[in-house]
């Protein structure tokens, strides 16, 4: 059995009816693909990626993180769906399907992911004829960003010869613990926490002093984030209807952008992008904050050892948004700052030491909570500690292939929550990168719009470099 850690039991608390706690992936392959041989490739290479063939096991009464065990009755068939889009099969037809089944929960009792394989993709200008789309989701408690790569890496081929996979190992078929060891090994795991505090409190004190070190340096304040970013629309009680688009952009074109300010990251400008279409979305509807908005940026966390594996490994970065600017060039500008002392404030803290503390929460007081703070609203009696999460994957820069067929595109979904309506994730697949913003039908009916919003946030910002430059 596996322990689950304090932040992977986080997203099983967090989720609710109107909240599934999944992350995933819309995926466009080239046409001939069909089902069974798609469900024949992932049957082969499903023991590459073990945590595919375990399911949870909770703890009674919530009082320990619940466990991984290998599923004695694993069935390929109970996570995989077939399905066909409606005529014409338009792209407005595929998204509106990936939006209805990303907002579906996972079954708890079965390893928790699920893939829809779909076909009927005929009308799409860019897809050739003949292609199909697989929706891929696995809960957060059992991935992050980074780990979910990973899988990708290993499920798929990086040339149209499949490789050689070598067979299964013997299934190791594990006894369900009774109540009484999972309560004893609960028990262990708590009265080994108390050593850990000492250790995490005198780091938190350090980091204090480390971080006022870092202000007086720079001569600037510590920055206030918990409940410093402003009441916005997009923090409201979210509604159980996903909505979900996604905007493709060359990566070249994009990095490009990084020369108009000296010493920029792709992921400033990805920032920039993003702060102009919300500037513009939320200008329109007459619910721009006059403060700036507050994205939360995960930052993987793995060290090399760890690169392979699965579960949440990840820290928070918060930075101001610029949406009280104008000018994109103006806006990258001024992201660059707020990355840069993001960075250096989050190395301060350190990049592990919040999420450590997680690790002290009972697993059913989490739960409790989070059902209580659903219930109650919670969510419109406080300032919201950010506005918005926008999450920028890397991933492979040469083509992966499923049983000979080339992965076209690779766009992403995540979770979002009560109080925290609007995530964007970012991926870069091949030369492209995906910007796929997902929220709820009660806070972004048009996320088609913002999706635009997206394409010619980045536009304009290449236009205003161009200008400057001719």
Known sequence: MQHLTGLDSSFLYLETPTTPMHVGSLNVYEGGLTFDE??????QRLHLAPRLLQKLVTVPLGLGNPYWINDADFDV????QHAALPKPGDWKSLRKLTSQKFGQA?????PLWEFIFIEGLDSIPQVPKGSVAVISKIHHAAIDGASGAEIMGLLFDVSPKPRKIPPAPQHQIEVEPSNLQLLTKSYINL???PFKLPSLLLQTAKTTLATGKIARIENSEVPRTLLNAPECVLNKKISSRRKWNSALLSLDRVKALRKTVDGSTLNDVVLAICTGALRRYLLEKNELPDKPLVAMVPVNTRSEKQGKEMGNQVSAMLISLPTDREGPIEQLQQLHKNTKR???YQGAVGAKQMTDYAEFIPF????????????MNVSKMHRPVFNLVITNVPGPQVPLYMNGRKMLANMGMAP????????????????VLSFSPTSSANIMP????FTKYLRESANRLEQQVQDLTT
């Open 446 to 449: 048009d996320i088609d719009k």
């Open 38 to 43: 798609f469900r024949e490739f992932l049957t």
């Open 191 to 193: 009265v080994k926490s």
């Open 342 to 344: 993001g960075k250096a």
């Open 77 to 80: 068939n109970m996570h995989l």
């Open 416 to 431: 979002i929550f009560d109080g925290m309506g609007l995530i964007i994730p970012v991926l870069s697949y091949n030369g």
């Open 106 to 110: 996972l079954d708890r009792s079965r």
């Open 364 to 375: 059913a007081l989490g739960a409790q909570a989070t059902r209580l703070y659903t219930r």
